[in-house]
């Protein structure tokens, strides 16, 4: 079955430390990986997809297909990062559904 | 992004009361779809459109169900509320790359 975890409901960090915000699935073929954050009150908005390999806001994730993880990265963490971050699996057959992983919210401290 | 808007933003609504919930996008896309959020939950999706002729359950649609009236409209019923449907329910459409664009969402309360 398709699955996406997000073991860690909070990270709480200080501002200018590093920020990893852990994202590991499950599935049975070529994972399309994404995360997607809601900063508070605001819409949730895509931050950035593997196939991309870009970097948004000093994000960055790589695709680790042996370990199954799309952990989400930032060497410095700045306090508006502070938001909820999903990572989130393409479903099965192109179908544009997302299966979302719990979520993490993270706190950047000043 | 106004081009994903749902109506209404709130509402409370009692035990066994029928509730509609409505999104239109500007988007031009094909793909539409409603989310639940709850806490430690993360999102989980009820119901999706790949067209006006084309509905799908998704993982939760027990108690709901939904009516594509035209590209840009994706309404989610509650024909007989319940409180553990209390949540933030999210609209949400895509074009061609699956990237998703969510609306607003709307908080229900069911009492």
């Known amino acids: 079955a398709q699955r996406v975890t997000q073991p860690e409901k909070l990270l709480s960090v200080f501002k200018g430390a590093p920020v990893e915000l852990k994202c590991n699935y499950s599935?049975?073929?070529?994972?399309?990986l994404f995360w997607y954050v809601q900063y508070s009150r605001q819409r949730l908005q895509l931050l950035l997809r593997h196939i991309s390999r870009e970097s948004i806001k000093g994000f960055t994730a790589d695709l680790n297909k042996g370990e199954t993880s799309f952990h989400l990265k930032k060497p410095f963490a700045q306090e508006e990062d502070s938001a909820m971050y999903y990572c989130?699996?393409?479903?099965?057959?192109?179908?544009?559904?997302?299966?979302f992983g719990q979520g993490t919210t993270l706190q950047v401290k000043p | 992004d106004a081009d994903v808007t749902q109506t209404p933003r709130n509402r409370i609504t009692k035990t066994g009361k029928r509730i509609m919930l409505e999104c239109s996008q500007t988007k031009g896309h094909d793909r539409m779809y409603w989310y639940r959020q709850d806490p430690g939950l993360g999102l989980r999706l009820i119901y999706y459109?790949?067209?006006?002729?084309?509905?799908n359950k998704g993982e939760i649609s027990d108690g709901y169900s939904v009516s594509r009236q035209a590209q840009a409209k994706f309404s989610l019923s509650l024909e007989s509320a319940i409180p553990n449907q209390t949540a933030l329910y999210f609209c949400?459409?895509?074009?061609?790359?699956?990237?998703?664009?969510f609306g607003p969402g709307t908080r229900l309360t069911v009492l």
């Open positions: 949400a459409t895509s074009g061609d790359l699956n990237t998703q664009y």
């Open positions: 599935y049975s073929g070529s994972p399309e």
């Open positions: 459109s790949f067209d006006v002729k084309d509905i």
């Open positions: 989130a699996l393409s479903g099965p057959s192109n179908t544009g559904k997302l299966i």
